[in-house]
């Protein structure tokens, strides 16, 4: 089966700091691999995703790359804002399963 | 695009009375549906999937259960609640085969 082991939270960072979240999952096959996010309060959305190897998913300023060889989804930003205080949650997708299990989500906080 | 309904947004029970969160569906047919639980300070636990009407599968033994009536709604149940219930209920649906999940806002639950 999938599982998924994400970096322990929370983080605190300053405006503008780089930001990489790791994650590391182990899959049958060949999964598809996601980031989501939950804002305070609210459901999780879909930040980003990538279908196979060496496929990199990019929104709103966040990456990360669908690493096969280390089974890695690490999720990085450039210069974070306070807007992307929230939790952080990877996820690999089985191609064939119903199966959506998430990581236990990394809590991330920037501070102006 | 799909937009899930989820109500009540907060529910406040004493323990040993019984639930129902709901969930309802629109913009697509014959969806994937899930119900997940994230606790405080917790990561999600998937609880409950199904695949179509009267088909659903079970993630953790517990007290609670589900039900799906018609292909767009999604019953979450408990007959008695217990304060380990408490938490942040969130329903998605899967777009038959798009591999993608869409979450409801989410339904808070305290058990006192």
């Known amino acids: 089966g999938n599982s998924v082991t994400q970096m322990e939270g929370p983080v605190t960072l300053s405006e503008e700091a780089f930001l990489t979240i790791n994650c590391t999952y182990t899959a049958t096959g060949y999964p598809s691999l996601f980031w989501y996010v939950q804002y305070p309060g609210e459901g999780l959305q879909l930040l980003l995703k990538a279908t196979k190897a060496d496929d990199k998913g990019s929104n709103k300023g966040f990456e990360a790359t669908y690493r096969k060889e280390t089974t890695s989804f690490h999720l990085e930003k450039g210069s974070v804002q306070v807007s992307d205080s929230a939790v952080y949650f990877c996820a690999p997708i089985p191609y064939t399963g119903n199966q959506f299990y998430f990581g236990t989500g990394t809590s991330l906080t920037v501070i102006p | ?112």
Do not use: M
């Open chain 2, 1 to 112: 695009s799909q937009t899930i309904h989820q109500w009540p947004a907060t529910l406040v029970q004493p323990v040993g009375s019984p639930l129902s969160l709901e969930c309802t569906v629109e913009g697509t047919s014959n969806p994937n549906l899930y119900w997940y639980r994230q606790a405080a300070g917790r990561g999600l636990q998937l609880l409950f999937y199904s695949v179509g009407i009267g088909q659903i599968s079970s993630e953790v033994p517990q007290n609670l259960s589900a039900s799906r009536p018609q292909d767009r709604q999604f019953i979450l149940s408990s007959k008695k609640l217990l304060l380990s219930d408490s938490g942040f209920y969130l329903c998605a649906s899967e777009r038959s085969g798009a591999n993608v999940l869409t979450f409801g806002a989410g339904s808070r639950l305290t058990v006192l």
